[in-house]
T-cell receptor, first 117, second 115 residues
Framework: KAGVTQTPRYLIKTRGQQVTLSCSPI?????VSWYQQTPGQGLQFLFE???????NKGNFPGRFSGRQFSNSRSEMNVSTLELGDSALYLC????????????????FGPGTRLTVL | AQSVTQLGSHVSVSEGALVLLRCNYS??????LFWYVQYPNQGLQLLLK??????LVKGINGFEAEFKKSETSFHLTKPSAHMSDAAEYFC?????????????FGKGTMLLVSP
């Protein structure tokens, strides 16, 4: 099975622009989560989508948004980019039935490295 | 709120030596615990996880970890380090409030292996 894929792998943007990152989960996985990784703050949870609905959300401003399509592919968007948004953005997918509690493992993609100038 | 503390941002060992990476967590309810490894310019790879049952968990590449509730710890060990183990290691705890579907990570420990 192919792993989680993320596109593009690298992006350079300038302050004030907006950006869209894409994530294709492992086939059959219905849950997609996004994480931001920076040297200062480490790995932080952004949001999780399941069946096209946002199920959980981390503590990030509204400039960060996401969506999930019917084929489970997900996109995240960051509007009005700031220098501090420079980070590695990781997507993770899991196979879950959507129940209240899951023990399913999250599988991570290679990430998109965003640089904001 | 949950939190994870990894002692030591860098750990250096010689090839063949014991690897011990420390992880302590805080959680009001029994958590699920994970160790992930990240190689340069790559995503995270799961080494092992604890959900319920046996507290000694064996993972890939010879790593294992033991869940000690009384010490709120989940330290990662490997009897003999290989050069290929050099990477960054992250301990994580899942959030029961989210149905265990979100991860809170520690700051990471960079493992350096010398010949």
């Amino acid at each position: 099975k192919a792993g989680v894929t993320q596109t593009p792998r690298y992006l350079i943007k300038t302050r004030g622009q907006q950006v869209t990152l894409s994530c294709s989960p492992i086939s059959g996985h219905r849950s997609v989560s996004w994480y931001q990784q920076t040297p200062g703050q480490g790995l932080q949870f952004l949001f999780e989508y399941f069946s096209e609905t946002q199920r959980n959300k981390g503590n990030f401003p509204g400039r960060f948004s996401g969506r999930q399509f019917s084929n489970s592919r997900s996109e995240m968007n960051v509007s009005t980019l700031e220098l501090g948004d420079s980070a590695l953005y990781l997507c993770a997918s899991r196979h879950t039935s959507g129940g209240a509690i899951t023990t399913d493992t999250q599988y991570f993609g290679p990430g998109t490295r965003l640089t904001v100038l | 709120a949950q939190s994870v503390t990894q002692l030591g941002s860098h750990v250096s060992v010689s090839e063949g030596a014991l690897v011990l990476l420390r992880c302590n967590y805080s959680s009001s309810v029994p958590p699920y615990l994970f160790w992930y490894v990240q190689y340069p310019n790559q995503g995270l790879q799961l080494l092992l996880k604890y959900t319920t049952g046996a507290t000694l968990v064996k993972g890939i590449n010879g790593f294992e970890a033991e869940f000690k509730k009384s010490e709120t710890s989940f330290h990662l060990t490997k009897p003999s380090a290989h050069m290929s183990d050099a990477a960054e290691y992250f301990c994580a705890v899942s959030d029961p409030g989210s149905g265990y579907s979100t991860l809170t990570f520690g700051k990471g420990t960079m493992l350096l292996v010398s010949p």
